[in-house]
């Protein structure tokens, strides 16, 4: 299991609500990062190069 989590979001998204209910669910902690969707932050640029969008589930060990 990944020693951490970080959720790449924008709250009113349906689909990382999706996200933080399957994590709530599963009682995992994880770190919550809200991201500027006028400025991406250079790790979901980086985590999602093609798309640019998110969600974005970083698992890091």
Known sequence: MA???ILLDFWP???GLRV???LAEKGLKYEYRQEDLRN???LLLEMNPVR???PVLVLKK
């Open 13 to 15: 998204s349906m689909f």
């Open 40 to 42: 991406k932050s250079p």
């Open 52 to 54: 640019k969008k998110i």
């Open 20 to 22: 933080r209910v399957a």
């Open 3 to 5: 020693d951490e989590i």
